[in-house]
């Protein structure tokens, strides 16, 4: 989705979760593969976070206990969609949906709000475009 009017409505909290959920999402298969690197950087770019920090983020993000695992929680729909959509295409980078990424992306658009069918429809769609 990648959409900048939406990340400058983000706030200083929102932006970090953002960030940290797509960590996350990163991180749930055991791998970090640089497809999914450049995605990150490509998203939070536009956040103002330095490349130092961005980098240490992901270069950390397997080893590090202290990132919640939780799914961050927006304050509107349309950041929450924004999110679910780069956090797709993140899963997706190398290839394939892998469980663990399912199931967190599952409970990250229920904490949301977001119905099942889309995030469901949404997963369908990236699987048809990469085929």
Known sequence: MENNLIRDELGAREKSEYFRGLLVVMA???DVHDLEKETIRRVIE???FS???IEES???ILQNIHVSHAAPVFRSRQHALSFLCDAL???F???EMHMAEQSW????AEANGIASEWLAA???GTLDHMA
């Open 28 to 30: 749930a298969d055991g």
């Open 46 to 48: 536009p956040f103002g």
């Open 51 to 53: 490349k130092e920090y």
């Open 58 to 60: 992901m270069a950390d």
């Open 89 to 91: 295409t993140i899963a």
């Open 93 to 95: 980078a190398d290839g």
């Open 105 to 108: 992306l599952v409970s990250a």
């Open 122 to 124: 949404q997963m369908a």
